[in-house]
Nanobody
Framework: QVQLVESGGGLVQAGGSLRLSCAAS????????MGWFRQAPGKDREFVAT???????RYADSVNGRFTISRDNAKNTVDLQMNSLKPEDTAVYYC?????????????????WGQGTQVTVSS
């Protein structure tokens, strides 16, 4: 089992920045790929970014160039640096872990999920 705990959410004005962090514990060696997803009220959960064990990354078009995903394998943490935030970035952000190193943009590929952290961007 792997436990994921997100932190760093909050309220920020449009154009501002936030940094989310995800701390993994348990059998973390079994989850080489990590990802961030988000879900806004009334909408489906959507892919934001993913990072494979090698450090290879993938981003949703909507955040590419504004968000950066990174990981510290020694500390078992994955961060999401979010810059130039927009009101449409408002959502609950979830950290996810995949037992396979796919780096998928599909939520069904991920085996473990955190409880989520709220990000609110005011206009």
């Amino acid at each position: 089992q792997v436990q994921l705990v997100e932190s760093g959410g909050g309220l920020v004005q449009a154009g501002g920045s936030l940094r989310l962090s995800c701390a993994a514990s348990g059998r973390t060696f079994s989850t080489p790929a990590m990802g961030w997803f988000r879900q806004a009220p009334g909408k489906d959960r959507e892919f934001v970014a993913t990072i494979r064990w090698s450090g290879m990354t993938r981003y949703a078009d909507s955040v590419n160039g504004r968000f950066t995903i990174s990981r510290d394998n020694a500390k078992n943490t994955v961060d999401l640096q979010m810059n130039s935030l927009k009101p449409e970035d408002t959502a609950v952000y979830y950290c996810a872990a995949d037992r396979n190193d796919y780096g998928s943009r599909f939520s069904v590929a991920y085996d473990y999920w955190g409880q989520g952290t709220q990000v609110t961007v005011s206009s």
